[in-house]
């Protein structure tokens, strides 16, 4: 059972432009979704995260928007730079088993220059 | 500060053999989170402590797997024995305890399975 979805595959963004990756997530538990970048060769690393008491986070570049009626999140990447293409994954957690996170399978960004 | 620790980096071995993975949690963290990373399964949980405690092994995939935090500062990630379908990067995360704490991940080993 998959419980977060995360499209597209892969997204492919001219520099400047603005870059979305979407999930959706199924257990209504869930009340932390943190987003992660991952570079080639290295870990995920915590990029953003939104818990479902406001709508919207902004972190320079980096916004998710997040819709609790619809189950859904997004992460916008404003102005995407080559230095942004990586693989993104969300992720959500929380209920009875905080502490254990389920991730989406990932979107490979490329931002070409 | 050094960040989470994982040795070894890549690890290749013939099927059927054992294999040891560790890591070292950034020091003060006590929820340690064991992660398996494959293009056809993406990022998956395997195991995760409190405070040296296993909490959660459901994803830990068949009784070929184990894991142990004897002490808050190393863990190991057993396979014995090891199959090919076992080739994948491991990760270990570290966090403070919490369900909102950002979790620190490893650069992962490589494990290649022949």
């Known amino acids: 059972q998959q419980q977060v979805k995360q499209s597209p595959q892969s997204l492919i963004v001219q520099k400047g432009g603005i870059s979305i990756i979407n999930c959706a997530y199924e257990n209504t538990a869930f009340d932390y979704f943190p987003w992660y970048q991952q570079f080639p060769g290295k870990g995920p690393a915590l990029l953003i995260a939104?818990?479902?008491?406001?709508s919207e986070k902004k972190e320079g570049r980096f916004t998710i928007s997040f819709n609790k009626s619809a189950k859904q999140f997004s992460l916008h990447i404003m102005d995407s730079q080559p230095g942004d293409s990586a693989t993104y994954f969300c992720a959500a957690r929380g209920g009875t088993n905080a502490g254990k996170s389920t991730f989406g399978d990932g979107t490979t960004l490329t931002v070409k220059p | 500060d050094a960040g989470v620790i994982q040795s070894p980096r890549h690890e290749v071995t013939e099927m059927g053999q054992e294999v040891t993975l560790r890591c070292k949690p950034i020091s003060g963290h006590n929820s340690l989170f064991w992660y398996r990373q494959t293009m056809m399964r993406g990022l998956e949980l395997l195991i995760y402590?409190?405070?040296?405690?296993?909490?959660?092994d459901s994803g830990m995939p068949e009784d070929r797997f184990s894991a142990k935090m004897p002490n808050a500062s190393f863990s190991t990630l057993k396979i014995q024995p090891s199959e090919p379908r076992d080739s994948a990067v491991y990760f270990c995360?570290?966090?403070?305890?919490?369900?909102?704490?950002?979790?620190?991940f490893g650069p992962g080993t490589r494990l290649t399975v022949l």
């Open positions: 995360a570290s966090s403070l305890q919490g369900a909102y704490n950002e979790q620190f």
């Open positions: 939104i818990r479902p008491d406001v």
């Open positions: 402590f409190n405070n040296n405690v296993p909490i959660d």
